[in-house]
Structures are given as structure tokens and as C-alpha cells.
């Protein structure tokens, strides 16, 4: 009787090991033993949460880490729901860990972003872009360039990210109807009516046009902006 309580409980703990062994070894984080603690401490119902879970997922590995997109994958399943959509709030929960170690200021603008995003229930491409996106923006603020090519991955697809997520942004809010002018489109009422841009666009859908062109170079403007509050603190870290 003894010996068989003894090999079911060997088995079950081959089966935890093998669960906390696997992305360790897939990954190779800066420093495992505290994964692995994280890790038993959840399962020992210590600190378990879907978003510290989810939280632990992505610190396995950089942005351009091999398996990061499996990470986020992983992830993001853990938050989801019978359903197989991840909750607002917790998408938040988690996105406010993430910006936790960011510039005040650079912190409060992202989550200002992903507070409009998640007024649906995030897609899974919204999950990704946000939350590799804060991953990116932490590199920018605390790794040491290397070199005159240094953040040669990280400083273009930060960039990417922040203009896709503010775009989608702005295409959330110009469905409000409390709010017919969003943010990006507001520079359209800052063009000269003489100007050539406005002269070429003339109404309807030549306006309208102009109007979503002008929205996307606002929003690679705002993402510049945030890009350089990243480098700002890097620099005068």
C-alpha cells in the first residue's frame, strides 16, 4: 500500500517537474531558480493568479527571444476564458505589471492607450502588440545600446507596434458618437484650408481619406514621442 502511494506521488511529481523543467529549459532565463520558485508557488496556491501566471510567461524570455511568441501564446491561454476570450480586466491587470517598471509618464500614456482597446474584448493581435510592446519599450529604457547598430530589433518593431495599437485606438474612438473628432483626427482641423493637402482632399471620400492619412502620421508621430521616453530614461539612467 505504501509502495503504491509512493510511486503515485513520484509520478505526480515527475509530472510538476517536467511542467516547470520545460520552459526553463526552452528559454534559458537570466535566472531560472527564480521562475522555478515563482513557478511552485503558485502551484502551491501561494501566490497563484491567471495574471501572475501570465506575468511569469512572458518574463521567461526577451522580446527577441526564440520562444517569445510562444510565451505570449501561452500567455495569453492562461487568462482566457471557456470561451477563449481574455477578459478586459485582466488583460489590464497584466498590462499594468508590465508598465510597472517604465517611466511614470511613459507608463500613464500606454495605459491610457490600452484602456480604449480593451472597451471590446481584446483579440489575441491586440494581446501580442500590447504586451511585446511593453516588453520592447522596458529593453529600449534599460538594456545598454551596443554599438552604433544597437537596438537594431527592438527600436523599429516598438515603433510598429505603438502605431498599430494607436491607430486601433483612434478607430475605437471615432466610433463614439460623444466624441466625433478623436485625438489623431483633431489634426485635420489644423490644416490650412488653402494648404495643398486640404485643397487635394476636397470632400467626401477625398476627405475622408485625408483624414486617415493624417491619423497615421499623428500616431507615428505619438509613437516616436513614446519611443524617446523609453531612450530618455535609458540614457539618463
Given amino acids: 500500500m505504501a509502495a503504491s502511494a509512493n510511486k503515485q506521488l513520484l509520478e505526480q511529481l515527475t509530472v510538476e517537474l517536467h511542467h516547470a523543467l520545460c520552459p526553463v529549459l526552452l528559454n534559458q532565463p537570466d535566472n531560472p531558480l527564480l521562475f522555478l520558485c515563482s513557478h511552485f508557488r503558485d502551484q502551491a496556491g501561494i501566490t497563484a493568479s491567471p495574471v501572475s501566471t501570465a506575468y511569469r510567461m512572458l518574463r521567461l524570455s526577451s522580446s527577441e527571444g526564440q520562444h517569445c511568441s510562444r510565451n505570449i501564446m501561452s500567455a495569453y491561454k492562461t487568462l482566457s476564458e471557456m470561451d477563449g476570450h481574455v477578459p478586459s480586466s485582466l488583460l489590464l491587470q497584466l498590462l499594468s505589471m508590465l508598465t510597472g517598471t517604465l517611466p511614470s509618464n511613459l507608463a500613464a500614456s500606454l495605459m491610457q492607450v490600452f484602456t480604449v482597446l480593451c472597451r471590446l474584448p481584446p483579440s489575441f493581435a491586440v494581446f501580442h502588440d500590447a504586451t511585446k510592446c511593453c516588453m520592447l519599450l522596458e529593453e529600449l529604457c534599460r538594456q545598454p545600446q551596443q554599438g552604433a547598430g544597437g537596438f537594431m530589433f527592438q527600436l523599429p518593431e516598438a515603433k510598429k507596434l505603438l502605431h498599430k495599437l494607436l491607430m486601433q485606438q483612434d478607430w475605437l474612438l471615432a466610433m463614439d458618437p460623444m466624441q466625433p473628432v478623436t485625438r489623431l483626427r483633431s489634426v485635420r482641423l489644423q490644416q490650412p484650408s488653402g494648404s495643398p493637402a486640404?485643397?487635394?482632399?476636397?470632400?467626401?471620400?477625398?476627405?475622408?481619406?485625408?483624414?486617415?492619412r493624417l491619423a497615421e502620421e499623428e500616431a507615428a508621430?505619438?509613437?516616436?514621442?513614446?519611443v524617446e521616453l523609453a531612450l530618455a530614461a535609458r540614457e539618463g539612467s
Avoid: E, I, K
Fill in 198 to 212: 486640404a485643397s487635394a482632399a476636397g470632400g467626401g471620400s477625398g476627405a475622408a481619406l485625408l483624414d486617415v
Fill in 221 to 226: 508621430r505619438q509613437a516616436q514621442q513614446l
